[in-house]
Every structure is written in C-alpha cells, then in structure tokens.
C-alpha cells in the first residue's frame, strides 16, 4: 500500500512543475519573440511481478523536461522603422561589449546615443558592411554615426531638353541655367547661352557664375573655346556637334580645378542623337534639365527591407546603403540554450550556427516595422491548465485513498 502513496505523491510534484510551465506561458503571452514550452512526463517503472512483458508495476510519474515550440508567431506592425520580425526560419544575431553572440527572436531595436542599433539590453544588433560595390564585407556592428554625413559630389555630366525656335531671327538669344556643384559641395549657377546665326544654325556659350570662376568647351582634340555651334537638318534634329560636348570649369572656390562636366546629347554606345536638343518652330523652352553632383548632407532617417539591408537617408536626396542584417540558422531549436531576456546562446545540443542574410537558403525574411509577438495559444493554455488541475487532483485523492486503506489496515489489529 505505501508504493500507491509514493505514486500519488510523484503525481503532485509533476502536475505542479507543468502548472508552473503553464503559468510561464501565460505569463508571456505579451512577450516580443516568445516560444512556448510544452511539459513531458514519463511513467516510473519500479518491479516486475513475472518475467513477462504484461506483468510490470508502475510507481508514478517522473516530470521529463520541457520542449519548447519554435512555431511562427503573429506579426505586430509598429511606428518604428528599426522594429523588425523574422518571417520564417532563424535568428538575428546580438553582441555585447566583450564580443559574445547573442541570438534573439526578439526584434525591437533603437538607436542608442552613440547610434549603435541595439536592444533594450544595448546588445548591438550585428549585420554584414556594405561595401562600395554593393558587394558584403565583414560582420560587424550595425552602427550609424560613421554614415551620418554623406560627402558631397562634383557634377560630372549634365544634361538639358531644350527646343531652340525655328523661326528665329538672326541675333535672337535664349538663356538657360542650373545649378552644378564642385568638388566642396558649393553650388555654382552654370548657365548656356544659345544664340541665332542664320537658318537653323546657332551658337552656345557657358558661364558660370562667381568672381575668378570661367566656363568654356574643351573639344578633344583641339583648344578650348568659349562657342561651339549647333546646326540642325530640315526636320529640327541635331546635325552638329555629332559627339558629347565637354564643358570645362575654372574655379576659384578652392575645389578641384578644372572641373571637366560632359553634355550629355548622344548615345555612346549606339551613337545616335538622344534627341534632348531639338530645331522645331515653336518658341524656346527648356522642359527637363539634370545634373549628377550634390552637396553635403546629413542623416535624416534609416530604413530596412524585407532582404534585411539597412539604407541611411540623406537630406542631401541620397539614399545609401550601410549594413545588411546578419540572420543565422542553427540545426536543432530545441537544443540551444536559454539565457532569459529572450536571449538564446549556442550549445553542444543546438549545433554549430549557420550565418547568412534573409531569404537565403532555408532562412526567413525580414518583415521591416514590425515584431514578432508570443506565440502561445491562451485557449490550449486554459484547456491544459484545467487537465492539469484534474490530474493534480485525483493524485491527490490517490493518497487519501490509499490513508484510508491503511487505516482499515490497522483496525483489524483491533
């Protein structure tokens, strides 16, 4: 009879530590990236009557661990552009400030004061650089500050859509202007000055606006010139020049000089005429113009794709990208080890962990301005809690019972 109340007794101590896990899951049903746990039990095996498989006596029930349930959970959207989730397989990758990797299903990053992207533990979000050839470098800390300023850029080439009037008389001029920048960022009004010289003929002139600054054509080969002349065939298209013009600036802002900046008018590779310049009878209008310098700018936001790349924004209109979000997989969820905080580490059981950026291979993409929430089921959570207590319960009664079995055990005695 005391086996019996020894096997009620390992009911109780199960039942209770699944109750605890249980209530671990509600208790996180709120938390970023939470996986639930699932309680396993096994049964105790104690003799054997005869030497027989049906003859076995059990003596309870031993709590066999936890499993936890890596399954997706729901997607939050938020007002934040450094929220991510992961969509599908994997982890992202967090480091603190001695170098040891973190990994975290929880995506809620800020910038911290020294722009490092981090968690609310400052744990530094890790991606792979950028490189200036769009191709990936090293893994290292996804940090800002060294991008907020974005260097200016001379302008190289630039380009105008301009109808020069048919119709107009000899001496007729037409003016028209953009800004182009050197090598400083400073912004130069650079201006073309076409004017009639006969029957769909003309001639053009450049300046550029500043004391000691001077514009002029640099024809290859040849000297450079102040005028170069453009004629135009019976149906307005342009004849000649037959090649880009190259426009060559003296300056004295203390940029780079000369500043050699191309007209584009002709197809290099086909070399036909684009047509941007054109001999119609209408009046002289420029309706498009372009250039490919800008100034300095600073850092007005950052934003990360579905592929993870993390791109600085620049007051100055340029659109850069720095990191690529690191995602790394691992061969068994179940074995890695966890460290609370959502944080899970690397361990014998868990294999060794496999790096790569969203949607490569078996990895998960990313879903920007947004977090992954809980993904524990409240409904199953209740429904296990209630077999839980039954279970607790009737162990319970298993020992009042067998008390009382023991008690008539001893009357007899009386």
Do not use: C
């Not at 049906?54 to 003596?59: A, V």
């Amino acid at each position: 009879m005391l086996g019996s109340l020894f096997a009620g007794i390992s009911g109780l101590n199960a039942n209770s530590t699944a109750m605890n896990v249980i209530g671990d899951n509600i208790a996180n049903v709120n938390t970023t990236g939470f996986k639930t746990n699932r309680a396993q039990f096994a049964n105790i095996l104690s003799q054997s009557l005869v030497d027989t498989t049906y003859g076995h006596i059990g003596r309870g029930v031993e709590y066999w661990g936890t499993s936890p349930l890596f399954s997706q959970g729901s997607l939050e959207s938020t007002a934040s552009s450094t929220d991510l989730a992961i969509n599908g397989k994997g982890f992202f990758v967090v480091q603190d400030d001695t170098g040891t990797n973190y990994y975290t299903r929880a995506g809620q990053f800020i910038l911290n004061e020294v722009g490092d992207m981090v968690n609310p533990d400052n744990l530094v979000l890790q991606g792979y650089q950028i490189l200036s050839g769009g191709n990936l470098g090293n893994i290292t800390d996804i940090s800002i500050p060294g991008e907020r300023i974005s260097p200016p850029s001379a302008t190289t080439e630039f380009t105008f859509d301009i109808n020069l009037d048919a119709a107009a008389t000899v001496g007729t001029s037409y003016s028209t202007s953009q800004s182009v920048f050197d090598s400083l960022g400073n912004a130069l009004p650079f201006t073309l000055t076409f004017t009639n010289t006969g029957l769909r003929a003309w001639t053009v002139t450049a300046s550029v606006a500043g004391t000691g600054n001077s514009a002029n054509f640099n024809p290859t080969p040849g000297p450079a010139t102040n005028s170069i002349s453009l004629t135009f065939d019976t149906d307005g298209e342009l004849l000649t020049p037959a090649a880009d013009q190259v426009v060559q600036l003296t300056l004295a802002t203390g940029a780079v000089t000369p500043q050699l900046i191309t007209w584009d008018l002709f197809n290099n590779l086909s070399g036909s005429n684009l047509g941007d310049v054109t001999g119609y009878a209408s009046d002289s209008t420029t309706t498009f113009q372009y250039q490919d310098g800008y100034v300095a700018g600073v850092l007005r936001g950052i934003s990360v794709d579905e592929d993870g790349v993390v791109t600085a924004a620049y007051s100055n209109g340029q659109i850069t990208p720095v990191y690529q979000v690191v995602i790394t997989d691992f061969p068994s969820y179940p074995g890695l080890k966890k460290l609370g905080k959502n944080l899970y580490a690397e361990s014998i059981g868990s294999g060794q962990p496999m790096s790569g950026v969203a949607g490569n291979g078996r990895l998960g993409s990313i879903a920007p301005m947004s977090i992954e929430m809980s993904n524990v089921d409240l409904a199953q959570e209740f429904v296990k809690m209630i077999t839980t207590q039954r279970a607790f319960q009737a162990a319970s009664r298993v020992i009042t019972t067998s008390d009382e079995i023991l008690s008539e055990l001893i009357n007899i005695k009386r």
